[in-house]
């Protein structure tokens, strides 16, 4: 796709990046990144400076990712059927329900075989 606009041609690039690291999840960028552009413009449009903005906008990400970790919960990793929901969550929108159980047991098998602990049991 060729894009002109400064700000796609960033949305294209950012959803690009997110599927070779990941796979998934471009839409899920495309849609937070205009959701961010637009919470921006009103303050340009105030003038506001963009580093001023970015700055605010990293102090919410520090405060959002603290949020976060405090209602994070620890999953004991030899409990299949807690990591079966785990991965049942994940692929909610993903896959057709009459074979979540299949592809969730499937998905936690496949990992259990590669996952390696460390002396920490990590």
Aim: proline share 2%; hydrophobic share 45%; charged share 25%.
């Amino acid at each position: 796709i060729d894009v002109v606009h400064p700000a796609a041609k960033h949305m294209l690039e950012l959803a690009r990046a997110q599927d070779e690291e990941v796979g998934d999840g471009t839409t899920s960028v495309i849609v937070l990144t205009g959701e961010i552009l637009s919470l921006a413009q009103p303050l340009l449009e105030r003038k506001l400076h963009p580093l001023k903005i970015v700055k605010t906008m990293s102090l919410a990400l520090t405060d959002a990712l603290a949020i976060i970790e405090k209602a994070a919960t620890k999953i004991d990793t030899s409990d299949s059927e807690k990591l079966k929901e785990v991965v049942k969550a994940c692929l909610g929108t993903k896959v057709n329900s009459r074979n979540d159980d299949f592809l969730c047991s499937l998905a936690v098998a496949a990992v259990k075989r590669v996952v390696c602990e460390n002396a920490l049991g990590k």
